[in-house]
């Protein structure tokens, strides 16, 4: 559901959904329990999904093996930050040629929230980050 529902129409309880059916990580799959506090990390997880066959970036799950792991609460969100104008200032400023995922900061449930990135495979690719002339490209 969360590969094909509208953007703006996912919710928490969605992103909970999902989860509990145990889809594994793989190429277009990948679990974070934060957000990283460093800002070309994010951009290289952005950058591998456009370079390789695109896929969801859900922020808020812990995965083990693979797996994400109860319990489905998310981060602790901070409504003083706009989460989806950070994550776009972080693609502008690290990855050339920039992408432009579809992204969904769902609505806090206890002070807790999801962020879901949907990257579309690029056909721009590669997509290097800053200067360097590494690509990166998700491996599974």
Not at 18 to 42: A, I, Q, S
Not at 56 to 84: H, K, M, R, T, V
């Amino acid at each position: 559901m969360l590969y094909t529902k509208q953007i703006d129409q996912i919710t928490y309880e969605d992103v909970v959904t999902f989860c509990g059916e145990g889809t594994r990580e793989g190429f277009n799959l990948d679990y974070k329990r934060e957000l990283p506090t460093n800002n070309e990390t994010l951009a290289k997880w952005i950058a591998a999904f456009a370079n390789t066959y695109g896929g969801l970036l859900i922020i808020g799950i812990n995965a083990n093996d693979g797996l994400p792991e109860e319990p489905f609460q998310g981060f602790d969100f901070d409504e003083n930050i706009s989460y989806d104008e950070k994550i776009l200032s972080v693609i502008c400023s690290y990855i050339h040629q920039p992408v432009f995922p579809e992204v969904k900061v769902c609505d806090p449930v206890d002070g807790k929230s999801f962020i879901v990135i949907r990257i579309a495979e690029s056909e721009l690719t590669p997509h290097r980050i800053g200067d360097r002339v590494r690509i990166y490209i998700r491996t599974g």
